[in-house]
C-alpha cells in the first residue's frame, strides 16, 4: 500500500520536547502559566501562524433572526435563506440571534464553567482525557502535540441525542468527577439537549438554502452523535506570540458557539484574518468539514483561530454536531451535476473522528488529507 506523507501528524512527544538531559515533562498549569513572561518554546507558533499585530477587521455577517423563521414568515424565510446562502458560500460562518434557548441557562453554563477551571490542575485532571479519545479534560495538548501547543484547557464530552441515551451528559460528570459535579452534569444535559434542537431548526434553515427540502438535513441529523467542548483561554504575558486554538476547519458537521463578551475569535476570508465581535445574546454558528462534504462542497468549511490576550480569561461553548454512526456521508442528488461533480468520496463520521484522533492533527485541510486517506486505504 502506498505510504502518505501526514503533514500535521506529530512525532511522539518524547522526540522533540524531552531531550537527553534531565528536562521534566512540560505540564501546562494557567495558575502557573498565567504569570510567566516566558513562553515555553512549544506554546511559539510559526512567523506564518502568529495572531496579527493589529486587530484585524470586523467580518461583517447579518444576524440571522432565527424566531423569524420558525414562525413561518415567508418573508423573514427568504431573508434568511438569502443570507446564510451567501454566507455559508462565502466562508461558512454566521451569527442567529432570537434562538429561544434560555438566556439563564446559558449565564448558569458560563458560572460552572469558571468554577471548574479555577480549581487546581489536579482536581481537573480527575477527568484527564486519554490517548485516542476524545472526551475528558485536557490543559493545552501537551501529552498529545509537541509543538504549536495551544493556550487554552478544555473539557469535551459526548452527547448522543437517541431516546437510549438520555442521560448521557449527567452520567459522565457523575462517573467521572462524583456526586459534587452532579448539578454542573445536569446543566451541561440540558444544554446539549438546547443545542440538539437548534442545530435541527438551523439544518431546516440549511436545506432550505440549497433547495433541497426543509426537512432533508433535519433528518439526516436526527439521533444526532456530537461532541460538546468547554474551551477556556487563560491570559498568556505574550499573546501575541501563542494562539488558543490554532487555524482550522472544525472536521465536524455544524458548530454552535457561545463566546463570553472578551472576543478573540477570528475567521479567514478573502485572503486576511478578521475578528468576530463578542455578542452574548447571538450563537456563532460554522460550517464544518463534514458538512462541506455533505453540500458536495457547495457550502465551505469556515477556516477559524482563536487569539488570547494578557488581561482577561476567555470561555466559550462549542457544540459540535455530528451524525449518528451509520449514517453515510453522501450529498444528495440535487446537489449533483455535470457542472457540480462529486467533490468526496462517502465516509462516515467515525471514519473522519478516528482520523483526527489518531492519524492528522486538524487543520485547515482536513477534509483534503482525509478524502486522500480514505482513497489510498482502499485501493490495494
Ligand atoms: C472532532 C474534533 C476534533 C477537535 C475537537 C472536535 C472538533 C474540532 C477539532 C479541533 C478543535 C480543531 C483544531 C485542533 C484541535 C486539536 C484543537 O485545537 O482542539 C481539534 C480538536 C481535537 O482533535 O481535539
Ligand atoms: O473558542 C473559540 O472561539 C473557538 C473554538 C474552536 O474553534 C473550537 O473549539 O473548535
Ligand atoms: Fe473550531
Not at 511559539?44 to 455577517?61: F, N, Y
Not at 458560563?110 to 482536581?123: R, V
Not at 485572503?271 to 468576530?276: G, N, P, R, Y
Amino acid at each position: 500500500m502506498p505510504m502518505l506523507a501526514l503533514p500535521s501528524l506529530p512525532p511522539p512527544p518524547s522526540m522533540d520536547h524531552q531531550t537527553q538531559t534531565e528536562q521534566k515533562p512540560l505540564v501546562f498549569d494557567a495558575s502557573v502559566l498565567r504569570y510567566e513572561s516566558n513562553v515555553p518554546a512549544q506554546f511559539i507558533w510559526p512567523e506564518d501562524e502568529k495572531p496579527c499585530a493589529e486587530p484585524p477587521p470586523p467580518l461583517l455577517v447579518p444576524p440571522i433572526d432565527l424566531g423569524a423563521v420558525l414562525s413561518g414568515d415567508p418573508l423573514a424565510i427568504s431573508n434568511a435563506t438569502r443570507l446564510v446562502n451567501d454566507a455559508c458560500q462565502k466562508h461558512g460562518f454566521f451569527l442567529v440571534v432570537n434562538h429561544g434557548v434560555n438566556s439563564q441557562l446559558i449565564k448558569e453554563a458560563h458560572k460552572n464553567i469558571d468554577f471548574f477551571f479555577g480549581m487546581p490542575l489536579s482536581e481537573k485532571q480527575r477527568a484527564q482525557r486519554k490517548p485516542g479519545d476524545h472526551s475528558g479534560y485536557a490543559s493545552s495538548f501537551t501529552g498529545r502535540f509537541s509543538s504549536k501547543l495551544p493556550w487554552k484547557e478544555t473539557l469535551s464530552f459526548r452527547y448522543c441525542s437517541d431516546h437510549q441515551s438520555s442521560n448521557i451528559v449527567e452520567n459522565y460528570f457523575l462517573n467521572v468527577m462524583g456526586e459534587e459535579f452532579r448539578q454542573f452534569g445536569t446543566l451541561c444535559q440540558d444544554y446539549c439537549e438546547a443545542m440538539s434542537t437548534l442545530s435541527l431548526e438551523i439544518m431546516e434553515l440549511l436545506g432550505m438554502s440549497l433547495e433541497v427540502g426543509s426537512s432533508y438535513f433535519r433528518d439526516f441529523f436526527e439521533g444526532n452523535d456530537s461532541i460538546m467542548r468547554l474551551n477556556y483561554y487563560p491570559p498568556c504575558q505574550k499573546p501575541d506570540l501563542t494562539l488558543g486554538t490554532g487555524p482550522h476547519c472544525d472536521p465536524t458537521s455544524l458548530t454552535i458557539l457561545h463566546q463570553d463578551d472578551v472576543g478573540g475569535l477570528e475567521v479567514y476570508y478573502d485572503e486576511k484574518w478578521h475578528s468576530v465581535h463578542s455578542n452574548t445574546d447571538a450563537f456563532v454558528v460554522n460550517i464544518g468539514d463534514t458538512f462541506m462534504a455533505l453540500s458536495n462542497g457547495i457550502y465551505k468549511s469556515c477556516l477559524h483561530r482563536a487569539v488570547v490576550n494578557n488581561r482577561t480569561p476567555r470561555k466559550s461553548m462549542a457544540f459540535f454536531l455530528c451524525p449518528k454512526k451509520d449514517k453515510v456521508v453522501s450529498p444528495p442528488n440535487g446537489l449533483i451535476d455535470t457542472d457540480n461533480p462529486r467533490m468526496y468520496p462517502d465516509f462516515t463520521w467515525p471514519e473522519l473522528l478516528e482520523f483526527t484522533q489518531k492519524h492528522y492533527r486538524a487543520d485547515m485541510k482536513t477534509l483534503h488529507a482525509f478524502a486522500n486517506w480514505l482513497q489510498h486505504k482502499n485501493t490495494p
